[in-house]
Structures are given as structure tokens and as C-alpha cells.
């Protein structure tokens, strides 16, 4: 497989079938794979979508939000970020997963569970 990415790991050119390569869908799904790096223009993008989405109803459910909503957000992006080329999978759901965890830790700091006498 022939693979051009930018500098930020961001493919913008494959070639599945380059010689001597195995040319399937798992060799290209493995090379998407790669972690990406998220700037902070996207996340405050991410988190403007995601309450928009909130705030339209369609996809609550339940203090969550409904199936199918990780392609929304994908729709969403792609209109406001088009050159980001982020995917519902593995890109958004990594992301919204990291922001729920760092989130429960500032939490519990300012909340006073487990802050080790934190002012």
C-alpha cells in the first residue's frame, strides 16, 4: 500500500494496490488506525456540536444521547471542519471518551472526592 499522509497524520492519498503490497481492506483499515492529534479549534468544535445536537432533542435520551448519534456529530463536523476528515469511529468516540475521563477528574477535584486537601 502506497500511503501520503500531512504532516499532522492526516492520510490525504492511498494506493490499496501498490506492488508487491497486500491490497485489502485490513491493511488500509490498520493504517487509519494511527493515534490522531486533536487541536483545540476541534474539540471546542466537537463540544459546540455536541450541545447543538443536545439542544435540537433529536438523539437525547435519557440524560445520553441515542444510537446513531457518533454520525451525526461526524455530519455535523464535516460541514464546519471539512479538511479534519473525522470519523464517528474510532476518531469521535475516542475523543468524547478522553473529555468524559479528564472532565470526572476535575470534577472530583473541585467536588472535594479524593483531592488530597486541594484548595
Known amino acids: 500500500m502506497l500511503g501520503v499522509c500531512t504532516p499532522d497524520i492526516h492520510f490525504v ?3 490499496p494496490g501498490w506492488e508487491g503490497s ?3 481492506g485490513r491493511v488500509l483499515r490498520d493504517a487509519i488506525r494511527i493515534k490522531k492529534k486533536w487541536v483545540p479549534e476541534e474539540d471546542a468544535t466537537l463540544v ?3 450541545v447543538n445536537l443536545h439542544n435540537v432533542g433529536t438523539f437525547n435520551a435519557n440524560m445520553r444521547f441515542k ?3 457518533l454520525n ?3 455530519r455535523m463536523l464535516e460541514k464546519v471542519l471539512p479538511h479534519a ?3 464517528a469511529k474510532p476518531n469521535l468516540e475516542s475523543r468524547i471518551r478522553t473529555l468524559k ?3 470526572a477528574i476535575v470534577y472530583d477535584m473541585l467536588s472535594g472526592k479524593d483531592n488530597s486537601s486541594f484548595d
Do not use: F, H, N
Open 85 to 87: 476528515m473525522l470519523k
Open 48 to 50: 459546540s456540536c455536541m
Open 101 to 103: 475521563r479528564d472532565l
Open 22 to 24: 497486500i491490497a485489502d
Open 13 to 15: 492519498y492511498v494506493l
Open 67 to 69: 444510537a446513531g448519534y
Open 72 to 74: 451525526e456529530l461526524e
